[in-house]
């Protein structure tokens, strides 16, 4: 691996530590943890206090799925998706964990789509 990836790699690493020192979720407000990778968004709400996954939810590249659009149209909708799931579980507010990523792109259209589903972050 190259030097430039590497530290790029170590300074995201850095600031989900920092993130992840300061959020944790419980069963009545569970953390929403982000991945994202280039080809696919993963969002999972988990209750940090029993170590459980409560719901989780995926999109994957276009020859998979019926989400037509790019790749932030497909975070908003995957996030109006998974808002509906969180809604039926009984689930209202959550703790935003943006995973070290920066707040923008498909992350920030994620967060803003669960907003708009009725969660409050």
């Known amino acids: 691996m190259n030097e430039v990836n590497t530290s ?11 993130v992840r020192a300061s959020i ?3 069963k009545e407000r569970p953390r929403v943890s982000i ?8 969002v999972q709400f988990i209750d940090d206090d029993s170590g459980r ?3 989780s939810s995926k ?3 276009a020859s998979k799925t019926k989400i037509k659009g790019d790749k ?3 975070a908003v909708e995957v996030g109006k998706i998974i808002a509906e799931k969180a809604k039926e579980a009984g689930i209202s507010q959550v703790v ?3 995973g070290g990523y920066r707040y923008h792109g498909r992350v920030k259209a994620l967060a803003d789509s669960l907003r708009a589903g009725g969660l409050k972050l």
């Open 59 to 61: 999109i994957f590249s």
């Open 8 to 18: 790029k790699k170590l300074n995201k690493d850095r600031r989900h530590r920092r």
């Open 96 to 98: 935003f964990d943006r």
């Open 53 to 55: 996954t409560i719901l």
């Open 24 to 26: 944790s979720g419980t």
């Open 72 to 74: 932030t149209d497909k």
């Open 35 to 42: 991945f994202r990778s280039n080809k696919h968004i993963f």
